[in-house]
């Protein structure tokens, strides 16, 4: 879904969340991407009361103010087009962005 997302960014994402509600991504056409994201424990299981099943994660982070992170690795992939987009823009070098290329992020 995020093929770009890296070490070094979900370390930033646990930098932003120090101190606040929590953090999470923002790709680059400035849409929260609340599947990649650091909360803080304590507000989440405070918030996790009743019958949750089904409901949507955003119904349980309601009213919390994450810090936004915006970046580069919040390219989201969710059909193919967003893959073809996706690959195009690795240009010659496929592994780029890759988990063969997270060590040296």
């Known amino acids: 879904d995020l093929p770009f997302l ?3 960014t979900v370390t930033a994402l646990r930098a932003a969340a120090d101190g606040a509600d929590g953090a999470l991504l923002v790709d680059a056409d400035g849409r ?3 599947l990649t994201s650091c909360w803080t ?3 989440l299981v405070e918030r996790a009361v009743g019958d949750l099943a089904g409901a949507p994660l955003r ?5 919390l103010e ?3 992170v915006p970046s580069a690795a919040g390219v989201d992939v969710d ?3 967003d893959l073809d987009r996706a690959r195009a ?12 290329d997270a060590g040296s992020a």
Request: proline content about 12%; overall charge negative.
């Open 32 to 34: 929260d991407q609340v």
């Open 89 to 100: 823009s690795l240009g010659d070098d496929p592994h780029r962005g890759s988990c063969a």
């Open 6 to 8: 890296d070490p070094a």
């Open 41 to 43: 424990t304590a507000l």
């Open 79 to 81: 059909t193919p087009d």
């Open 66 to 68: 994450p810090v936004r």
């Open 59 to 63: 119904a349980l982070l309601r009213g």
